[in-house]
């Protein structure tokens, strides 16, 4: 192989062409990223960026020596617009063709939006410029913020506005956040936490619209589907992301929540691998930072192996920071598994709970317990045994 | 000299963290005393609650590694060392010394 292209500078991206230059890759390795921005960090956008504790410089995933290194053209600004898998190629805007051999797709997912226009002051959060864009309407006094979407990147927002000082309400229409993820019994407890430090947390209920002085005006307020109106000079919208795979529509590779590939991060097209938020890794898409930066590694393996090599089944982790409590999750939980409080008390919002099916531990949470978390995590993976072929 | 615990207090493989600013963290680790900057230089984690594995401690965020004795970041997504501290044990107390800001490992 001696050209690869990679497809999305993120977190996916980068790894995948680190482990590419580290398997020993010495061809040609072109990034292409549509963010005018290399690499950087996202997961303190919704935290420290906003609340302005995180500078947006400290925030590059790599250094300049380590880019020197990586030995990569950079298409920065660029979007990526098909795949010709016939003539080996990707088409990117502009009308340009890149020729490679091997390609990485790592374009991530975007963020879902409210349908109509969006007035001046209404948000999502997923790129550094979203994130500036909402700390600058933060930044100027005291608001009134909605945060409409109850899960960890809303209830993160939430938590930011809270502490620069702002009036914030999070809405969420199913009757708890986080259900799916923790189950009833946990998601409780971390909703728990928006009304500890004096946020609203409304739920149950949908939005309807936005409200704008207007037409062409900032937002006003939102109005929900019971009818009510709630005032707001900021509205941050996170319902979620959607797997960014329309510029692959009839490359021949299977979509479906994401481009489906096996264990291996092998996509059914030769030569063709994805990673990250983009990727349907054996039925599977995550939309974790760890799942990210660990399928690149295999990936990449396979990528150069030409065939599915290794295959990794790590124990999805995520986490979350939040008025000043750090949750914990790892393992695959279903519903009916019970937690179980191992130490520490859900009421003091400081405990170590284990997940469990049949007797069997299948998940573990953990709110400001890093340390026992870190072992029980452990425990998990090593139960897990990641195959290798 | 900033007193940390009694030696019998931190057992192998355990670690203790001190509240000076910025925090540091004391590790008993391969029959050795080792003191770190507490915080991972990739986001905000303290190291004194990671993983121990010899020599090297695991970041419990995102599983940056560091290696006790010098301070240099192991594994990404770390790339900045952290500082190291002098320790010393005196009737049985463990003390650490501030190190400079200058001088250190970069």
Redesign the interface.
Known sequence: MKSVAVIGASLAGL?AA?ALRAEGFDGRLVIVGDEHHGPY?R??LSK?LLTGATGPDQLA???AE?IAELDAEWLLGTEATGLDTGGRAVLLDGGRRLTTDGVVLATGAAPLRLPGPAPAGAHTLRTLDDAQALRADLTRGPVRVVVIGGGFIGAEVASSCAALGHHVTVVEAAPLPLVPQLGDAMAGVCAALHADHGVTLRTGTGVARLHGEGSGGRVSGVELADGRLLPAEVVVTGIGVRPRTAWLAGSGLPLDDGVRCDAGCATPLPQVVAVGDVARVDGTRAEH??SA?EQAATAAHNLLAGRTARTHRGVPYF?S?QYGVRIQFAGRRLPGDTPRVLEGSPDDRSFLACYERDGHPTAVLALNR??P???LR?TLARAAQPATT | MIPVCRLADLPAGESVRIDTAPPIAVFHAEGQLYAIDDTCTHQDASLADGWLEGCLVECPLHAAAFDLRTGAATCLPARRAVRTHPVTVEDGMIYVQHAAEEGTAA
């Open positions: 790894y680190r960090d997961p303190p420290g995933l790599a250094d380590e930072w760890t930066t986490w920071d890093p340390r978390f870190m072992r452990r």
